[in-house]
Antibody, heavy 122, light 105 residues
Framework: EVQLLESGGNLVQPGGSLRLSCAAS????????MSWVRQAPGKGLEWVSA????????YYADSLKGRFTISRDNSKKTLYLQMNSLRAEDTAVYFC???????????????WGQGTLVTVSS | AIQVTQSPSSLSASVGDTVTITCRTS??????LGWYQQKPGKAPKLLIY???NLQSGVPSRFSGRGSATDFTLTISSLQPEDFATYYC?????????FGQGTKLE
C-alpha cells in the first residue's frame, strides 16, 4: 500500500523559512515523479512544484519566483520542499502527491499525503 | 502557462441525478487531463486519468470524456457520498494547472 506522510508544517513569521518533508513507502520511490500541491484556507488546489524520479528535472509554479526548492533523497524515500522568504499568501495545507506514471516526468496524481499546514503570520 | 477554466463553480443536485462538469484548457493538452474529488479536510482523490480512464477502485458511475481543449466529467445516478468538490488538472505540460473547482451540493 502506498503511503505518503508529510511533516514540517508550522507557524512561521513573514520572511522566514521552512522545510517540508514527505516520507514515502509502498512503491519504488525513485521510479516516480513527485509533486507538491497546496491549498489555501477555503480555496482551490494549486500545483506548486514537481521533481523527476532521478531528481534530474525540477519544475515550479510561475508564482513562486524562485523562493521554493524541491528535492528528494531516494535513499531515504523522502521528498522535500524548502520554502524561503515566506509570505502570508503562502499560508496553506501542503500535500505531496505521487505521479501515476512510472518512469515518466508527467501524469496524474494517484496517491496523496494527508497534508501539512503552513501558517505565515507575525 | 496553460489556463484551465472549469464550470460551473457550484452545482445543486439530488441523489439519483446525473451531473456534468466541464473543463476547458487554453491550449490543446491531448488527453492529459485528470479529475479529482475532494471532501472537506481530506486529500484529493484521483477519479479519472488521461481524460477518460477510470482509476482503480472508482465506481463506474464516474466517467470522463474529451480531448484537446474540452473535457467533461459526468457522474451518473448520484450517491450521497458524491457530494464533494471536484477539480480537473492538466498534466500535459509544466506548470500544471488546476481548474477552479466545482462544489457539488
Amino acid at each position: 500500500e502506498v503511503q505518503l506522510l508529510e511533516s514540517g508544517g508550522n507557524l512561521v513569521q513573514p520572511g522566514g523559512s521552512l522545510r517540508l518533508s514527505c516520507a514515502a513507502s509502498g512503491f519504488i520511490f525513485n521510479n516516480f515523479a513527485m509533486s507538491w500541491v497546496r491549498q489555501a484556507p477555503g480555496k482551490g488546489l494549486e500545483w506548486v512544484s514537481a521533481i523527476s524520479g532521478s531528481a534530474a528535472s525540477t519544475y515550479y509554479a510561475d508564482s513562486l519566483k524562485g523562493r521554493f526548492t524541491i528535492s528528494r533523497d531516494n535513499s531515504k524515500k523522502t521528498l522535500y520542499l524548502q520554502m524561503n522568504s515566506l509570505r502570508a499568501e503562502d499560508t496553506a495545507v501542503y500535500f505531496c502527491a505521487k505521479s501515476k506514471n512510472e518512469y515518466s516526468n508527467y501524469g496524474s496524481f494517484d496517491s496523496w499525503g494527508q497534508g501539512t499546514l503552513v501558517t505565515v503570520s507575525s | 502557462a496553460i489556463q484551465v477554466t472549469q464550470s460551473p463553480s457550484s452545482l445543486s443536485a439530488s441523489v439519483g441525478d446525473t451531473v456534468t462538469i466541464t473543463c476547458r484548457t487554453s491550449q490543446g493538452v491531448t488527453n492529459d487531463l485528470g479529475w479529482y474529488q475532494q471532501k472537506p479536510g481530506k486529500a484529493p482523490k484521483l477519479l479519472i486519468y488521461a481524460a477518460s480512464n477510470l482509476q482503480s477502485g472508482v465506481p463506474s458511475r464516474f466517467s470522463g470524456r474529451g480531448s484537446a481543449t474540452d473535457f467533461t466529467l459526468t457522474i451518473s445516478s448520484l450517491q450521497p457520498e458524491d457530494f464533494a468538490t471536484y477539480y480537473c488538472l492538466q498534466d500535459y505540460n509544466y506548470p500544471y494547472t488546476f481548474g477552479q473547482g466545482t462544489k457539488l451540493e
